[in-house]
Structures are given as C-alpha cells and as structure tokens.
Nanobody, 124 residues
Framework: QVQLVESGGGLVQTGGALNLSCAASGRTMRHYALGWFRQAPGKEREFVTTIRWNDGNKAYADSVKGRFTISRDSAKNTIYLQMNSLKPDDTAVYYC?????????????????WGQGTQVTVSS
C-alpha cells in the first residue's frame, strides 16, 4: 500500500502562484511514477503532470506547460507542484497519485493510489 498526503492548496488571485506538496509513504517509490491530476466541478478528473521516480522523467498537459513544474525530493519521498501564472480555469481539486510505471501515465487508469485532494481556487 502507498499512502499519499497532499497539502498546499488555497485561494489565490489570477496571475498568482501556489506550491502543492505530496508526501508518499508505505513503499519504496523506485518503481513508481507520481502524478498530479485535477477535477473541477462537473468535469472529469484530468491529467496535469507526472514524474518517474527512478529517472525524473516528466510529462505535462498542454494546458499547464510552461506554467507548472513538477519536482521530487527523494530524501523526503515527496513531490511538489509549483504553479505559476494561475488562471481561473485552474480552479479544481488537485489530487496526487502513484502508479507503477507504464504507458498509461497520462490516464487515471495508470494510477492505483490516490491522495485525498486539495482545493485550489483562482479568483478573477
């Protein structure tokens, strides 16, 4: 089992920044990829970004490329999501997820473990 705990959400104005954290525990992350997804009211959960733990390889959704940055701290078993130039469309509950590395890392199907989510609200 993998446990994931997110933190760092909140309310910010358009153009502002937030940094989310996700602390992982329960298993070694060496064979996993950790990702961020988000879900706005009335919409499906969508891929934001992911990072492979063993080599740090990253991928981003087009909607956040250039504004969001994912990173990891191996010593703390934690990943971060630095979100800059936030827009109202970024408003959602953000979820951290962990899954064994596969070809499905841009899909919710690629992740077996999920955190409880943290709310991000961007006001216009």
């Amino acid at each position: 089992q993998v446990q994931l705990v997110e933190s760092g959400g909140g309310l910010v104005q358009t153009g502002g920044a937030l940094n989310l954290s996700c602390a992982a525990s329960g298993r070694t992350m060496r064979h996993y990829a950790l990702g961020w997804f988000r879900q706005a009211p009335g919409k499906e959960r969508e891929f934001v970004t992911t990072i492979r733990w063993n080599d740090g390889n990253k991928a981003y959704a087009d909607s956040v490329k250039g504004r969001f940055t994912i990173s990891r701290d191996s010593a703390k078993n934690t990943i971060y999501l630095q979100m800059n130039s936030l827009k109202p469309d970024d408003t959602a509950v953000y979820y951290c997820a962990a899954g064994l590395q596969s070809s499905l890392l841009r899909s919710v199907r690629g992740y077996a473990y999920w955190g409880q989510g943290t709310q991000v609200t961007v006001s216009s």
